[in-house]
């Protein structure tokens, strides 16, 4: 069974610059796996983010950029605000055309 | 402004099949461009994607969900749905509809998300 892994949490400084991972079990991550990052906050549906590896969508704000980096999707938050503490979720696609979720990574702002 | 909107009892007991709705409005769900997916959260937890339908009907479902999962469309009434059967407490969970784009393979419109509980 594939699995996708995330940090459990991680701790940043408002203003400061926060990367987080995703990674697959089946080795490098590739734009082939179409990485999408999700944003959640208590009691709400997931915002989409990124998709494939580093394109925004519309409502994205600019300090979220998206990428590859060292064999992982990754997701890097630049100048982040208090309202940026949440979940975040990626993504990945995989061949047999399903796709399968990061555990999350729970971003605290202090 | 595309939204999504899931509906559908929200207390299912345990062995039936859990049947929800989703309703799309702002665009056309034969459009073309587009996956409608199926995804679930239980409290507390992390997301699940249960599986996919293009407008031609062609799915896909998670491997460790297949057996018990039907995802068909309505392009009449622009709604899409999911089935699952014989389902347990461990199926109690939100279940979110959302749209994936054909091309780009992006998810970018989600539901609000309709919480089903498993009980009997």
């Known amino acids: 069974q594939t699995v996708v892994t995330q940090e459990p949490s991680l701790t940043v400084s408002p203003g400061g610059t926060v990367t987080l991972t995703c990674a697959s079990s089946?080795?490098?991550?590739?734009?082939?796996?179409?990485p999408n990052w999700f944003q959640q906050k208590p009691g709400q549906a997931p915002r989409a983010l990124i998709y494939s590896t580093s394109n925004k969508h519309s409502w994205t704000p600019a300090r979220f950029s998206g990428s590859l980096l060292g064999g992982k999707a990754a997701l890097t938050l630049s100048g982040v605000q208090p309202e940026d503490e949440a979940e975040y979720y990626c993504?990945?696609?995989?061949?047999?055309?399903?796709?399968?979720f990061g555990g999350g990574t729970k971003l605290t702002v202090l | 402004q595309v939204q999504l909107q899931e509906s559908g009892p929200g207390l299912v007991k345990p062995s039936q099949t859990l049947s929800l709705t989703c309703t799309v409005s702002g665009g056309s769900i034969s459009s073309g461009s587009y996956y409608w997916s199926w995804i679930r959260q239980p409290a507390g937890k992390g997301l699940e994607w249960i599986g996919r339908i293009y407008t031609s009907g062609s799915t896909n479902y998670n491997p460790s969900l297949k057996s018990r999962v039907t995802i068909s469309v309505d392009t009449s009434k622009n709604q899409f749905s999911l089935k699952l059967s014989s389902v347990t407490a461990a199926d109690t969970a939100v279940y979110y509809c959302?749209?994936?784009?054909?091309?780009?393979?992006?998810?970018?419109?989600w539901g609000q998300g309709t919480l089903v509980t498993v009980s009997s």
């Open positions: 089946t080795g490098a991550v590739t734009s082939g796996y179409y």
């Open positions: 993504l990945l696609y995989y061949g047999g055309a399903h796709w399968v």
């Open positions: 959302a749209r994936e784009g054909l091309i780009v393979r992006g998810f970018d419109y």
